[in-house]
């Protein structure tokens, strides 16, 4: 994931045309902008249906 947040914070900066003094804001977008996207895969918990008692 470090791999991840250092490529992305790289191409974030290139592309502001590389502001001096800015490395960890950028290091925090890229976290906040991967996680984003990793949470956006995950499914939410099915509800589950009450449990019937059987009669016997």
Avoid: C, H, N
């Amino acid at each position: 994931m470090e791999d991840q947040v250092k490529s992305r914070a790289y191409a974030m900066w290139e592309a502001d045309g590389r502001p001096e003094g800015q490395d960890q804001q950028y290091w925090f977008k890229a976290v906040a902008e991967l996680a984003g996207a990793a949470a956006a895969t995950i499914k939410p918990a099915r509800k589950r249906s009450p449990r019937v008692k059987k009669a016997a």
